[in-house]
Nanobody
Framework: QVQLVESGGGLVQAGGSLRLSCAAS????????LGWFRQPPGKEREFVAV????????WTADSVKGRFTISRDKAKNTVYLQMTSLKPEDTAVYYC????????????????WGQGTQVTVSS
């Protein structure tokens, strides 16, 4: 079993920054990749970024590239999402997810999900 606990969401003005954290515990194999997804109001959940725990290789969605950075602290088994130059369209519930694959951008590849944290960007 894997537990994911997110923190760091909140309300921020456009152009501001936030850092989300996700602390993972449980079976190491099931957390080979740690990803961030988001679900805007009334829309489907979408990929934001993913990082591979073993070597730090990372992938980021085109919509946030250059603004969002994913990183991890292996010792703390924690993954971060640093978000800068935030836009109102970044408003969503952000979810941390873990999976056993070597990489994936799709929701179905992730077996474990956090409870989600709300990020609201005001214009």
């Amino acid at each position: 079993q894997v537990q994911l606990v997110e923190s760091g969401g909140g309300l921020v003005q456009a152009g501001g920054s936030l850092r989300l954290s996700c602390a993972a515990s449980g079976r190491a194999f099931s957390t080979n990749i740690l990803g961030w997804f988001r679900q805007p109001p009334g829309k489907e959940r979408e990929f934001v970024a993913v990082i591979r725990a073993s070597d730090g290789a990372a992938w980021t969605a085109d919509s946030v590239k250059g603004r969002f950075t994913i990183s991890r602290d292996k010792a703390k088994n924690t993954v971060y999402l640093q978000m800068t130059s935030l836009k109102p369209e970044d408003t969503a519930v952000y979810y941390c997810a873990a999976g056993p694959k070597t990489t994936s951008l799709i929701v179905a590849a992730y077996n474990y999900w956090g409870q989600g944290t709300q990020v609201t960007v005001s214009s």
